[in-house]
T-cell receptor, first 112, second 116 residues
Framework: KQEVTQIPAALSVPEGENLVLNCSFT??????LQWFRQDPGKGLTSLLL?????REQTSGRLNASLDKSSGRSTLYIAASQPGDSATYLC???????????FGEGTQLTVNP | KAGVTQTPRYLIKTRGQQVTLSCSPI?????VSWYQQTPGQGLQFLFE?????QRNKGNFPGRFSGRQFSNSRSEMNVSTLELGDSALYLC?????WGSGGYNEQFFGPGTRLTVL
């Protein structure tokens, strides 16, 4: 059974800092890995999708990497802003369908 | 292009009642998945529908059921509601290929269900 862990559970940083969120998974037989952002009481916003054959994806100030063999992914946020404050969720897609297994999330606060 | 829509956004029910939630996927998306989000259990997969057929099912009791229509819209039903069913129910849609490959999943805003 796939298990996904995110570290840290919460993070508070001053505006402008670069930061790294970590995600680890137990079964390396994944189809893809997706990073999401969730604002309080809202749905999930897709940030980046990495296919299992890829090593990284970039979108603006965000960069996500994937190391399947070690069961790890990182989300790098450059020059953080208060608007980046949210919960960030890592989700692993299985090979046999669209089921995503989610981590518990990292709650990020960026202080002005 | 419109995103995933879910109705209703908020719902209050009492124990023992049943409820139906609706999800309209992004135009062209044929796969619809449902997830339950609670503070204690996080996000958990309920089931996935593709071409009106349930293709994958999570570990939930039979009180949770769903269906998909020919236009890819999906509904989920929860019968005999329990207090523990209070949660945010999220729907996600994606393009689904015949080979079984799945692309990026897009989520709706969710339906907040409160069971009293």
């Amino acid at each position: 059974k796939q298990e996904v862990t995110q570290i840290p559970a919460a993070l508070s940083v001053p505006e402008g800092e670069n930061l790294v969120l970590n995600c680890s998974f137990t079964d390396s037989a994944i189809y893809n890995l997706q990073w999401f952002r969730q604002d309080p009481g809202k749905g999930l916003t897709s940030l980046l999708l990495i296919q299992s054959s890829q090593r990284e994806q970039t979108s603006g100030r965000l960069n996500a990497s994937l190391d399947k063999s070690s069961g790890r992914s990182t989300l790098y946020i450059a020059a953080s802003q208060p608007g980046d404050s949210a919960t960030y969720l890592c989700a692993v897609g299985e090979t046999s369908g669209s089921r995503l297994t989610f981590g518990e999330g990292t709650q990020l606060t960026v202080n002005p | 292009k419109a995103g995933v829509t879910q109705t209703p956004r908020y719902l209050i029910k009492t124990r023992g009642q049943q409820v139906t939630l609706s999800c309209s996927p992004i135009s062209g998306h044929r796969s619809v998945s449902w997830y339950q989000q609670t503070p204690g259990q996080g996000l958990q997969f309920l089931f996935e529908y593709f071409s009106e057929t349930q293709r994958n099912k999570g570990n939930f009791p039979g009180r949770f059921s769903g269906r998909q229509f020919s236009n890819s819209r999906s509904e989920m039903n929860v019968s005999t509601l329990e207090l523990g069913d209070s949660a945010l129910y999220l729907c996600a849609s994606s393009l689904a290929w015949g080979s079984g490959g799945y692309n990026e999943q897009f989520f709706g805003p969710g339906t907040r269900l409160t069971v009293l």
